[in-house]
């Protein structure tokens, strides 16, 4: 994956990773409240699997697309 | 521009002390913010745009954005001051000083990426120490201030023993009784409510006198002023328990716009401040110290829960300069707490350095300019704004009239998008002027205008044919 498409797919996939974080916390049935290891599924995701899962899809991006 | 200089114009101090502040304070919208503050940057080191989008529009725009992020930076020195016994000028002038002269230091710009990746490690160096001196991980400090009972004033606390002094003026509501003492003359507001009406007392009090306050009062101070609570009571507006801190209860869906709010700004004020990176093996660089510096942030928060009086003040590097005593002991942690400031002190240095060249892209490069920014936004800063309100307003601004130029498919474009953009996000933030009690989502649209002044901007600029307005191509 590389090239302005590639780079559109990354950027899509970031903004898709970025919205989950408010639909997680703010859904009717607050599913990002629900606990695994004492906690929420919600920081979970906006502190260690979002963040990891950005930054190495941006530093594949920045790194292989010859532009 | 490689990627880690580009990320400098983003990690302004006072969004890293903003971030670390609303976690560990228990915000409703700290979980979006940390990870907005992380992915935006990223999606614009990314995004392709316009390599030059200097116009007359742009340029005001940028100078007016540019100046409100620097006096968001100074309001956070003027905090530092605070809490250092110092007078707020004092903390507003050196760090004015210091982007005076980083931008006239002419070996700064080549120094500027590795001395930001030096500041993000020692970042990063506070929350290991504690983790280790602990032994508890981010995720069970986190489960531990989840848990906790009603949050109140340890025996211990500086609030209990020689009383703190509050950043900016403050409202507080009193979920229990406490006696609190004034050890500085002044003003203190009080609002009952234990009747249908509520009556406001206004107090003058000395130094040394008492003020007994009932579940339900409100009482406002002045900045600066200096008080002391007793040990075992709850802490005035601080969440309710370790559960209210965790899943804050105005979290719901009534949110949503605000939410999204909160995001498009950070999303265009990013696409504005970072402009795209060079790609190859360097540009890693980039966005591993952007996670490097919202990780700490993230962890500061985290650990500071566990001193719920920590963030009382409003002073938003509290968490940094205060937690690794608290957490390590004087011998070890007020030396760490001296580094950390000096990683933000480093931190304000590249971010103005970064500042003052997309400044000199989007307007001018003439001194004159940055010199009348920094003197602006240091006027700003010794009045005792909310140093959040001033960030989102430029990085509102920033993404209404500044990102739609870089998106912009032609020149015409880059005018018409910024107009639109900044007439709508003027007239959507005015709006508290206009009605006096807004219904939410309205609400929403006044505190994040660029909600909708940025996709309005953004249309305009991609729907205004080439030479629409008759300008060349810059």
């Known amino acids: 994956m590389s090239g302005p498409r590639g780079r559109r797919i990354g950027i899509a996939a970031l903004l898709v990773l970025l919205v989950i974080a408010p639909l997680l916390a703010l859904a009717p049935v607050a599913p990002g409240a629900v606990r695994i290891a004492g906690v929420s599924v919600l920081w979970w995701y906006v502190g260690f699997a979002a963040p990891l899962a950005a930054t190495a899809l941006a530093t594949f991006l920045l790194a292989h697309d010859a532009e | 521009m490689n990627a880690l200089a580009a990320s400098a114009a983003w990690l302004?101090?006072?969004?890293?002390?903003?971030?670390?502040?609303?976690?560990?304070?228990?915000e409703a919208d700290a979980p979006w913010l940390?990870?907005?503050?992380?992915?935006?940057?990223?999606?614009a080191l990314l995004a392709s745009g316009r390599s030059s989008s200097r116009n007359p529009v742009v340029a005001i725009v940028a100078a007016v954005a540019v100046t409100l992020l620097?006096?968001?930076?100074?309001?956070?020195?003027?905090?530092?001051?605070?809490?250092?016994?110092?007078?707020?000028?004092?903390?507003?002038?050196?760090?004015?000083?210091?982007?005076?002269?980083?931008?006239?230091?002419?070996?700064?710009?080549?120094?500027?990426?590795?001395?930001?990746?030096?500041?993000?490690?020692?970042?990063?160096?506070?929350?290991?120490?504690?983790?280790?001196?602990?032994?508890?991980?981010?995720?069970?400090?986190?489960?531990?201030?989840?848990?906790r009972g009603a949050l109140t004033f340890s025996q211990a606390s500086a609030w209990v023993v020689g009383g703190e002094r509050f950043a900016r003026a403050t409202t507080l509501r009193f979920a229990e009784g406490q006696r609190v003492i004034a050890l500085a003359p002044g003003v203190y507001r009080v609002v009952e409510r234990d009747a249908a009406t509520p009556t406001v007392r206004e107090w003058r009090l000395a130094a040394g006198e008492a003020l007994t306050l009932r579940p339900g009062d409100e009482l406002t101070v002045e900045a600066g002023a200096r008080v002391r609570f007793e040990a075992g009571r709850r802490v005035p507006g601080a969440p309710a328990s370790g559960i209210t801190w965790a899943d804050a209860p105005a979290r719901g869906p009534r949110m949503l716009p605000a939410a999204l709010g909160a995001v498009v700004t950070l999303l265009g004020g990013a696409l504005a401040l970072v402009p795209q990176a060079r790609r190859g093996r360097v540009a890693v660089a980039g966005p591993v110290v952007l996670l490097a510096v919202m990780m700490a942030a993230l962890a500061w928060g985290v650990y500071a829960a566990a001193v719920p009086d920590l963030v009382l003040a409003g002073a938003w590097p509290a968490p940094l300069l205060r937690l690794p005593a608290l957490a390590l002991g004087p011998a070890a942690g007020l030396p760490l707490a001296a580094l950390s400031g000096l990683a933000l002190v480093v931190m304000l240095a590249t971010a103005a350095l970064a500042l003052r060249e997309r400044l000199a892209r989007a307007s001018s490069p003439a001194p004159e300019l940055w010199v009348a920014a920094i003197v602006t936004a240091t006027a700003l800063a010794v009045s005792s704004f909310d140093p959040?309100?001033?960030?989102?307003?430029?990085?509102?601004?920033?993404?209404a009239a500044w990102a739609p130029a870089r998106l912009a498919p032609s020149a015409a474009?880059?005018?018409?998008?910024?107009?639109v953009g900044g007439v709508t996000f003027a007239t959507l933030a005015a709006l508290p002027i206009l009605a006096s009690?807004?219904?939410?989502?309205?609400?929403?649209?006044?505190?994040?205008?660029?909600?909708?002044?940025m996709p309005l901007g953004w249309l305009a600029a991609r729907l205004m044919p080439p030479g629409g307005l008759g300008v060349a191509e810059a």
């Open chain 2, 12 to 26: 302004q101090p006072a969004l890293v002390v903003a971030v670390a502040f609303r976690v560990a304070a228990g």
């Open chain 2, 34 to 43: 940390a990870l907005a503050a992380l992915v935006t940057p990223l999606v």
């Open chain 2, 70 to 147: 620097l006096a968001a930076d100074f309001l956070v020195a003027a905090d530092v001051a605070t809490l250092l016994g110092a007078s707020r000028w004092h903390g507003v002038a050196l760090a004015a000083v210091s982007a005076l002269a980083v931008a006239a230091w002419a070996p700064a710009r080549r120094v500027s990426p590795w001395a930001l990746a030096v500041a993000a490690a020692v970042l990063l160096l506070v929350p290991a120490a504690v983790a280790l001196a602990a032994g508890a991980m981010p995720w069970s400090a986190w489960h531990r201030s989840g848990v």
């Open chain 2, 388 to 399: 959040w309100a001033v960030l989102t307003l430029a990085l509102g601004l920033a993404a």
């Open chain 2, 413 to 419: 474009g880059a005018i018409a998008g910024p107009v």
């Open chain 2, 437 to 453: 009690s807004p219904p939410a989502w309205l609400e929403a649209l006044a505190r994040y205008p660029a909600l909708v002044a």
